[in-house]
């Protein structure tokens, strides 16, 4: 797909002026120089446009908010001082599996300031003895080479970055959590206490109408008892009334 129709796609409905991100890797160039990208896209922060057959910058617009460029495996050699005029506020630059071969070729890199990470991974600039060394003296600005700063500590994951950012303004909006944590803690045990007691309490009332449940059987029964002892005293007395009737019937 040729570069300015994949743009004009990658708009997506959108005007130049409200993209902040433009990717068009993979996409083609019919003379190996930029197309379809204007100075409209004022807003624009990141582009990438990798392995798209670039071999010159010439024609690349005025992007001045432009902080990050990914322009590995394309065939440029050289003529960077387009970059200082056109980005001067860029920060990251990769030209990775590009025809570097010379430190003249990157000596137009001096004017952009604010550069603080270049790789040139895969060209042959690299192979110069005490290639490091010398890019790092050549550019002062540059903090990381091919990912790793002068010491060889490797450069920071800028996505982790913005999520450790994120975290610590989540923390910071979250207000003071020692106070809030314990509060909450005292809540809960009160909570739990209150719950034991409340189970406490339910089973000892439970027990107690069982125990009044059972007097009051024995109760009960007792009266049932009572009843029938009195049923057979009251029978019994019928029946010796009976018997003292009969023998004076027989004395007579």
Known sequence: MEMKKRISLELRNRTPAEVAELVVDNCRTSDGDIEGLTDDFKELEFLSMVNVGLTSLAKLPSLPKLRKLELSDNNISGHLETLSE??????????????????????????????????????????????????????????????????????????????????DEAEDGAGPKGDYDEEEDEEDEEGSEGGEVGLSYLMKERIQDEEDDDDYAEEEEEEQKAGVHGEKRKRDAEDEGDDDEDDDEDDN
């Open 86 to 167: 056109k980005c001067p506020n860029l920060t990251y630059l990769n030209l990775s599996g590009n025809k570097i071969k010379e430190l003249s070729n990157v000596e137009a890199l001096q004017n952009l300031k604010n550069l603080k990470s270049l790789d040139l991974f895969n060209c042959e600039i690299t192979t110069l003895e005490e290639y490091r060394e010398s890019i790092f003296e050549l550019l002062p600005q540059v903090t990381y080479l091919d990912g790793f700063d002068q010491e060889d500590n490797e450069a920071p994951d800028s996505e982790a970055d913005d999520d450790d950012d994120d975290e």
